[in-house]
């Protein structure tokens, strides 16, 4: 699986920013996807995730504590890509993000929120938010 993200870029605080990321290659009955971030001289950091199957309709999602009510993490299960729409940016949001997948042959709907549960990683984009 190969992953393109896209979307970064400079924004002052209070703005917004939509992050995309779209797989491609190998096709699985079901996707977890994710958004990790890393800000200089910090761990990487969870941010979003979103699951979906093939076996049923809809899609399950999971927020971090640090950006619930300001961050929205949603999936296109067609186009194999996930979104992130990152409104009231604060200076403490800039990092590189990174989208992560983990395509599974079963059909399920687990959301992943560890770093360690995902197999493929796309290129890191940067958001750097001015105060």
């Known amino acids: 699986v190969q992953l393109q993200a896209f979307g970064g870029g400079l924004v002052q605080a209070g703005g917004s920013l939509r992050l995309s990321c779209a797989a491609s290659?190998?096709?699985?009955?079901?996707?977890?996807m994710g958004w990790f971030r890393q800000a200089p001289g910090a761990e990487r950091e969870f941010v979003a995730a979103i699951s979906w199957s093939g076996g049923s309709p809809g899609y399950a999602t999971s927020v971090a504590d640090s950006v619930k009510g300001r961050f929205t993490i949603s999936g296109d299960s067609a186009k194999k890509s996930v979104y992130l729409q990152m409104n009231g940016l604060k200076p403490e949001d800039t990092a590189v993000y990174c989208c992560?997948?983990?395509?599974?042959?079963?059909?399920?709907?687990?959301?992943?929120?560890?770093?360690?549960?995902?197999?493929?990683w796309g290129q890191g984009t940067l958001v750097t938010v001015s105060s």
């Open positions: 992560a997948a983990r395509g599974s042959n079963w059909y399920t709907k687990i959301v992943r929120v560890r770093a360690y549960e995902y197999d493929n």
């Open positions: 290659g190998r096709t699985f009955s079901s996707y977890a």
